[in-house]
């Protein structure tokens, strides 16, 4: 793609870093690699200066090795999250019923579902917006996605006591926190995928409230919160009936609770 000298990579880079992008040279490239044409570079530089998310602007995000669409307005999925993902690879039966709660863009799901040998895949979000983008992602891997709030929108009589591994990526920054994040993800991202209520674990509440119903005997719920949350959403799991632990990756600031559903009766 012909540059003007105005768009060179060595005047992105300045104007990046000028706006206070850390990784001015990769984001650099990744605009330039992805630019259709001028015009669009133009676009998308801007775009980025104002204060988008770089997936925003690319339109992409990769997640695990792969790249997922990201529409404006959806969480980004963060390279945190990929813990999560490889701590359900290691307990996903090779075959698997998979459902991917507050989905966001379905790169979870997806991921999840790319390393597996066969996946039955559902996905559930209540922003439309999500649900789109989700959609584009998860169909790609055969799988469903639905709109609607938490469980509500799933097929209960296709699902229910059937899913071996149920990703729940719920918000959960405290409500008095969300002026201190980032404004790319205050000003950008959907509030309902980040607000978690007064101490951050109100959805999750809810999740693990009707997990044991969804999970297979043997299955498990995942999902990721903070260091400090994490010894109340254990006691919230062991109360759901559930078996609670914590993994966590000291390389990715990762904290991943897993609950899995006891083999007997229940």
């Known amino acids: ?9 060595s005047v992105i880079v300045t104007r990046l870093r000028a706006a206070g992008c850390v990784f001015a040279e990769d ?13 669009h570079l133009s676009a998308m530089v801007d775009r980025r200066i104002d204060g988008l998310p770089l997936e925003h602007v690319l339109g992409w995000a990769e997640f695990c090795g792969r790249r997922y669409t990201v529409d404006p307005g959806v969480f980004v999925p963060r390279r945190r999250t990929e813990f999560l993902v490889r701590q359900a690879v290691a307990l996903a039966p090779s075959q698997a019923v998979v459902v991917d709660l507050c989905c966001g863009t379905g790169a979870l799901g997806a991921a ?3 390393c597996l040998e066969r996946v039955e895949l559902y996905a559930a979000d209540v922003d439309p917006a999500a649900v789109r983008c989700a959609r584009r992602n998860i169909t790609a891997v055969g799988g469903q996605v639905y709109q609607g709030d938490l469980y509500a929108p799933l097929p209960a009589a296709t699902l229910r006591g059937r899913v071996d591994v149920l990703l729940a990526n719920v918000p959960y920054v405290p409500t008095e926190e969300i002026d201190l994040l980032p404004p790319e993800a205050r000003i950008h991202e959907a509030r309902v ?10 959805v999750l509440r809810r999740v693990t409230a009707e997990a044991a119903r969804w999970l297979a005997p ?18 919230t799991v062991a109360r759901d009936g559930l078996v ?4 966590t990756s000291d390389e990715l600031y990762a904290t991943v609770v897993i609950g899995t559903r006891g083999r007997g009766r229940g």
């Open 1 to 9: 793609m012909p540059l003007s000298p105005s768009f060179s990579p």
């Open 27 to 39: 984001e650099a490239d990744l605009l330039l690699s992805t630019a259709r044409n001028p015009a």
């Open 112 to 114: 999840l579902a790319a």
């Open 193 to 202: 995928a980040l607000d978690g209520g007064a101490d951050g674990l109100d």
């Open 218 to 235: 043997g299955g498990h719920l995942l999902f990721e919160t903070s260091e400090r949350q994490a010894p109340q959403a254990v006691e």
């Open 244 to 247: 609670p632990r914590v993994v």
